[in-house]
């Protein structure tokens, strides 16, 4: 077959696999309620355009050869920005912001049940407590009215929702809206997996949500965006629920709302400088005239260790954005952001292959005018996505204020310690169970805990500590041990007597 005869062939399949989901999913809306129609009606004709894209497009995202290093004033140093210090009309820059945080995520990785942001993190509080803390804060100190919204998803929206109640005395204004919900597809027929509307059931598996990216077209379609427009908001500051480092910058706000040149960015993303561990984090650069998000799913296998190379790519995103409500607003109603589709495979509890279709929030930078990237410290990422990270931010290493963490004065260099806490400690109800009180970690640079241990009350660590027990082994750390650059292995019990 000629290459035009293939190609012909490939567009005829095309539209007929489009046109078999075209029908699915009208047949999937027929059995919504009269109240879940209409945003049922979005929801799946945004997953319609994202299947349509998803179609058209084949191969890596990215041509290697097109990437470049961002121009050096593309991404600025925070200590630049910081320099220019804070205007006296402070507060009337902040009454300009809305802070989102993203809210979609369930604690399963932890085992937990339930949002990620009612887990307890640090003295009882939970995410949402410290990030509700952090804005009563401001609000109280500057005399401002800074509200927070959550972005929630389906598997979040109703536990979310009975706790805010709890904070109806917070000097805080909480608002919320919901990611879409869009069906699973099969990884062989590429149809919807789910036969109606229903999450409930055998079809709870059916459903997703589409990835942070479904921001922009939520927080438009949930109208809150005209609303806070109305308010004369003029940006949002978008963050992870669960990075505790991710606090309102004044000194980024500021270089938004008076920037030195007199031209206001649209998007501002905060990168930070990559570590070893961090190899696998999106990188900016400059990709035909525009900054742009690349992602490792989107690099060609050849160039992956390129990639995650630390002098070539030195920086990495964070997921702090700081976007123009204005600017959203503008590209929604052009139908002109454009984000590159993130393909995740998974297998559903029955062992079906699927295939859900995601964004991500940050590859939009490339359709904003005049965006910039801010080098900030490491301290603005602080991501709780295992116990070993729950142990750091749990231990003295941070000092807790106003719901903000700062590392504490008494360690004397200012890097995180590399924690790896084994299987044992993976969910959150047998870490707690194994450690009596969190040891002290002051003067830690390494720990890694591999199975069946314990550790006492007003233990310490120092240097660099390894501690394993070998199958059948149990080792309990005595309370009041100091172990400092120690090897512990084998067999070690206390028993009551």
């Given amino acids: 077959m000629s290459q035009d005869g293939a190609s012909q062939f490939q567009e005829v399949i095309r539209q007929e696999l489009e046109l078999s989901v075209k029908k699915e999913l009208e047949k999937i809306l027929t059995t919504a309620s009269s109240h879940e129609f209409e945003h049922t009606k979005k929801d799946l004709d945004g997953f319609r355009k994202l299947f349509h894209r998803f179609l058209q497009e084949k191969g890596p995202s990215v041509d290697w050869g097109k990437i470049q290093r961002p121009p050096e004033d593309s991404i600025q140093p925070y200590e630049k920005i910081k320099a220019r210090g804070l205007p006296d009309n402070i507060s009337s820059v902040l009454n300009k912001l809305v802070v989102v945080k993203l809210n979609g995520g369930l ?42 919204v959550l972005m929630n998803s389906f598997n979040t929206d109703e ?3 009975k706790i805010l109640q709890k904070y109806n005395h917070c000097r805080v204004k909480i608002y919320t809206f919901n990611q879409s919900r869009y069906p699973r597809i099969n990884k062989e027929s590429l149809l919807p997996v789910a036969k109606d509307v229903s999450y409930s059931g055998e079809n709870t598996e059916a459903w997703y949500p589409p990835g942070h990216g479904d921001i922009y077209a939520s927080f438009y ?25 991710a606090t309102v910058d004044l000194y ?6 008076n920037p030195p040149n007199g031209k206001r960015c649209e998007f501002v993303m905060e990168v930070t400088n990559k570590t070893r561990a961090d190899v696998k984090g999106g990188t900016l650069t400059q990709y035909e005239g525009k900054l742009r998000l690349v992602e ?28 123009s409500l204005g600017a959203v607003k503008r ?54 996505k295992t116990t070993s990270d729950l142990l750091l931010v749990m231990s ?38 194994r450690f009596e009180s969190i ?12 199975g069946d241990v314990t550790f006492g009350k007003n233990v310490s660590l120092k240097g660099t500590v390894i501690i394993i027990a070998n199958h059948g082994d149990r080792i309990d750390i005595p309370p009041g041990a100091v172990l400092e650059n120690k090897i512990v292995s084998g067999n070690l019990r206390i028993l009551d007597h």
């Fill in 221 to 245: 379609n949930s109208g809150l965006l005209d609303t806070f427009i109305g308010e004369g908001k003029e940006y949002i500051f978008v963050s992870n629920i669960d990075n505790l480092g």
């Fill in 331 to 384: 590209l929604q109603e052009q139908n002109a952001i454009d984000m590159e589709i993130i393909v995740n495979p998974k297998t559903l509890d029955g062992g079906l292959n699927v295939i859900q279709l995601e964004t991500a929030v940050g590859a939009a930078i490339k359709s904003f005018e005049n965006s910039l990237g801010i080098n900030v410290p490491r301290s603005r990422f602080l991501p709780v």
């Fill in 107 to 148: 604690g399963t990785s932890m085992g937990c049940k339930g949002p990620k942001s009612l887990i307890g993190v640090r003295n009882e509080n939970t995410f949402l407590d410290l990030t509700v803390q952090q804005i009563e804060h401001l609000n109280k100190t500057y005399n401002t009215d800074v509200p927070l």
């Fill in 296 to 323: 490792i799913a989107q690099v060609p296998k050849a160039h992956v260790d390129e990639f995650k190379s630390v002098s070539k790519f030195k920086i990495f995103n964070t997921n702090n954005l700081w976007i």
């Fill in 439 to 450: 040891p002290d970690m002051l003067e830690l640079d390494h720990l890694t805990v591999s």
């Fill in 396 to 433: 003295n290493l941070y000092s807790l204020n106003a719901g903000s963490l700062t590392m504490s004065e008494k360690r004397e260099f200012p890097t995180v310690p590399l924690v790896k806490l084994g299987s044992s400690f993976t969910k959150v109800q047998d870490y707690l169970r």
């Fill in 252 to 257: 980024i706000l500021n270089h938004l709302m």
């Fill in 159 to 161: 536990d979310t929702k």
